[in-house]
T-cell receptor, first 114, second 113 residues
Framework: DSGVTQTPKHLITATGQRVTLRCSPRSGDLSVYWYQQSLDQGLQFLIQYYNGEERAKGNILERFSAQQFPDLHSELNLSSLELGDSALYFC?????????????FGSGTRLTVV | AQSVTQPDIHITVSEGASLELRCNYSYGATPYLFWYVQSPGQGLQLLLKYFSGDTLVQGIKGFEAEFKRSQSSFNLRKPSVHWSDAAEYFCAVAVSNTGKLIFGQGTTLQVKP
């Protein structure tokens, strides 16, 4: 157990739907990162939050949004889902805001869009 | 632009044999480099990291990596592979002043009995 908790572990939904993925960071970590892992794109950075504020944005689609709450958990919202959004979505956390100390990853949420 | 290349998509080694996984990076400044391992159905676990100083870095599970600036490489090594090392291995570089890690495409390691 890495200390980073992601729910749900698996999600199957239809095209056009909206889903919410949840992440609880490791105790004491203030930064949360979201990554998408797919066979064709590999691991792609989506977005980072630090202590409730957005800090960095990557290849995140406009249909996707995220937020970090006062208790530091984070949610990734995916809307108007397409087949191509099927992927493994990882959350990671770290104490500080820079990536140079490395992250602790959760076990991921596997999203299947049918 | 920053990038990470893992030239080998798939590697098979016999149990007990030595292992070297290649990683080349492209980064303007002094890089912060990482190796992560992902077992099937699991998240990514940090094996080791390089910030500065000694170019040979020791990690968990008996892994080590050597930073070679002249070759822009950060290859992962293990003297004797165990069947439990079968997994996917990712090299990554941190983009300074951001929270972003850039990952390579990964190398899948298969271990033959």
């Amino acid at each position: 157990d890495s200390g980073v908790t992601q729910t749900p572990k698996h999600l199957i939904t239809a095209t056009g739907q909206r889903v919410t993925l949840r992440c609880s960071p490791r105790s004491g970590d203030l930064s949360v990162y979201w990554y998408q892992q797919s066979l064709d794109q590999g691991l792609q950075f989506l977005i980072q939050y630090y202590n409730g504020e957005e800090r960095a944005k990557g290849n995140i689609l406009e249909r996707f949004s995220a937020q970090q709450f006062p208790d530091l958990h984070s949610e990734l919202n995916l809307s108007s889902l397409e087949l191509g959004d099927s992927a493994l979505y990882f959350c990671a956390s770290s104490v500080a805001t820079g990536a140079h100390y490395g992250y602790t990853f959760g076990s991921g949420t596997r999203l299947t869009v049918v | 632009a920053q990038s990470v290349t893992q030239p080998d998509i798939h590697i098979t080694v016999s149990e007990g044999a030595s292992l070297e996984l290649r990683c080349n990076y492209s980064y303007g400044a002094t890089p912060y480099l990482f190796w992560y391992v992902q077992s099937p159905g699991q998240g990514l676990q940090l094996l080791l990291k390089y910030f500065s100083g000694d170019t040979l870095v020791q990690g968990i599970k008996g892994f080590e990596a050597e930073f070679k600036r002249s070759q822009s490489s950060f290859n992962l090594r293990k003297p004797s592979v165990h069947w439990s090392d079968a997994a996917e291995y990712f090299c990554a570089v941190a983009v300074s002043n951001t929270g972003k890690l850039i990952f390579g495409q990964g190398t899948t390691l298969q271990v033959k009995p």
